[in-house]
């Protein structure tokens, strides 16, 4: 028999949307529902056009399509939802704090602070808490400070539970993860709590792979494996530079150094840098942590991984403008992609952000193209920069629906997503339509050059 029957998790954004359709999905006799503050996205969750969910995943809208109605609940009614849960999942947004102490780095935790006192003034029923969100090591502290000094006198356990599925492979990540990490206090009712949430995850993840820490461990390894990841991007990266001085071939230095086993295959892409909306974000946090318990070389340590990000990003914009003979001013760059990778329509921190700001100081017209992303999208990434006004930005970026009027009659080519729909296009017909020469500069790895050379391009790419 089940311990809990009733979950309720707080934010249905690109984590809560999905790991809460794969419970709903896989545990059939629990009731999940997501509650959010945002009414528009919760309309477009409850969207009967499936193409239309707010989160575009591969595999996501057969799971919604499943669950959605039966035992899957989308509502803006979040006091009710608290209420009726055993269990609440807090699964908000943690962005970079913008404002005040730790600019530019900490955590913002007043949407975090928000949900711990909503529940608290809400729970007439003792309640376990889960952080499903990254949290700042300590955190639960200071959910459990709220909980116990605001609530009704009702019992509260905490469960740290982060999550490490990757957009684009969501719902994959969720159906079989390489493991599912629960932090809990080592007293009877941590113990009980975690076992409690262990028991909906092995519906249907092998026990081997559910793992029980102390809570601290569980919000720092979350912390730590995102800074070992995107310190992986970052390392080839560094290579990628290397190699393009040297004649060496950064995929093939990937390939030879991934085939070691002690240091696997997997996150050596080169590519013009890393976003999304955590990598950047959780190690600043880690790096603000460090820094206030006075660990300045440890903080400095993994702060290099950002610089060499933003570096990264930067020398691509500057490659483009040096290698059109040192102007793009009122020339036509089109961007093959705007997502931060393929099979997402997420567009935080995207790369392509970034190279579209630096060549819009240079006076370049851009065009871009994106098979998930549309206008509303680019353009508000843009002006949230705040690095010029929005009329500048209107005007100097346009956005198309059909990737052949993006190209034509462009300058050059960036790709700045790894779509797989961009290898398939017909090239010779890009390459007719365009300003001779005609450039393509490849910051995925995505294209053949070699055909592309064929054809008549002047291609250049990462670490080549
Ligand atoms: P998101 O911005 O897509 O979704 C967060 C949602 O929470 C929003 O819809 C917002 O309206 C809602 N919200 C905020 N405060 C609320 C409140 N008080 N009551 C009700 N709703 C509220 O964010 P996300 O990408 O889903 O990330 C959520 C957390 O998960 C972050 O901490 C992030 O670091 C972590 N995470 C994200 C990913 C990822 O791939 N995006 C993966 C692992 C972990
Ligand atoms: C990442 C982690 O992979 C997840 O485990 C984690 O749960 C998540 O962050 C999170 O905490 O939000 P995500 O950002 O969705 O997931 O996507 P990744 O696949 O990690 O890619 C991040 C960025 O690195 C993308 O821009 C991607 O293109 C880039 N990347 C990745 C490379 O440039 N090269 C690589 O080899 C791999």
């Not at 720092?220 to 800074?227: G, P």
């Not at 098979?371 to 690095?387: A, C, G, I, M, R």
């Not at 010779?428 to 995505?446: E, S, T």
Request: glycine share 6%; with cysteine.
């Amino acid at each position: 028999m089940s311990r809990v029957k009733n979950i309720c998790c707080i934010g249905a954004g690109y984590v809560g949307g999905p790991t809460m359709a794969v419970i709903a999905a896989k545990c059939p006799h629990i009731k999940v529902t997501i509650v959010d503050l945002n009414e528009a996205r919760i309309a477009a969750w409850n969207n009967e056009n499936l193409d239309n969910l707010p989160v575009y995943e591969p595999g996501l809208a057969d799971v919604v399509a499943q669950a959605r109605g039966r035992n899957l609940f989308f509502s803006t009614e979040v006091d009710k939802a608290i209420d009726e849960a055993e269990m609440i999942f807090i699964s908000v947004n943690t962005p970079t704090k913008t404002y005040g102490l730790g600019k530019g780095k900490a955590a913002d935790l007043k949407y975090i602070e928000l949900c711990a006192r909503q529940i608290a003034a809400v729970a007439k029923t003792d309640k376990i808490v889960v952080e499903k969100s990254t949290l700042p090591v300590r955190t639960a502290e200071a959910v459990r400070s709220i909980l116990d000094n605001t609530g009704n006198g009702v019992k509260f356990q905490i469960l740290s539970n982060p999550e490490f599925l990757a957009e684009g492979t969501a719902v994959e990540d969720l159906l079989s993860p390489d493991r599912v990490l629960i932090g809990g206090e080592t007293t009877e009712g941590g113990k009980e709590a975690m076992e409690a949430l262990a028991e909906v995850y092995a519906n249907w993840i092998p026990k081997e792979r559910i793992l029980t820490t102390n809570v601290w461990s569980s919000e720092l390894s979350k912390l730590t494996a995102n800074a070992f990841l995107a310190q992986r991007v970052s390392s080839i990266n560094a290579i990628s530079e290397l190699c393009e001085r040297t004649e060496a071939d950064v995929n093939e230095v990937a390939r030879a150094i991934g085939m070691d086993s002690r240091i696997g295959p997997k996150f050596l892409k080169a590519s013009v840098g890393f976003g999304g909306s955590c990598f950047q974000k959780d190690i600043l946090n880690l790096v603000y942590i460090a820094k206030s318990y006075g660990l300045d070389e440890v903080a400095d340590y993994w702060e290099q991984v950002c610089i060499m990000n933003d570096h990264q990003k930067r020398r691509f914009a500057a490659n483009i403008v040096k290698t059109l003979y040192n102007t793009v001013s009122g020339k036509k760059i089109a961007f093959l992609g705007w997502a931060f990778k393929k099979d997402t329509n997420d567009t935080r921190e995207s790369a392509a952000i970034y190279v579209a700001d630096d060549l819009l100081f240079e006076q370049a017209n851009i065009a871009v193209f994106d098979p998930k992303v549309e206008e509303p999208q680019v353009y508000s990434d843009l002006n949230y920069l705040n690095t010029r006004s929005k009329e500048e930005n209107a005007k100097g970026v346009s956005v198309y629906n059909d990737p052949y009027a993006a190209l034509e009659g462009a300058h050059a080519i960036a790709v700045l997503t790894e779509w797989d729909e961009f290898k398939e296009y017909d090239w010779q017909r890009i390459y007719d339509n365009m300003k001779k020469p005609a450039f393509v500069f490849d910051g995925r790895n995505l294209l053949d050059g070699d055909k592309l050379k064929e054809i008549g391009f002047v291609f250049q790419a990462i670490g080549k």
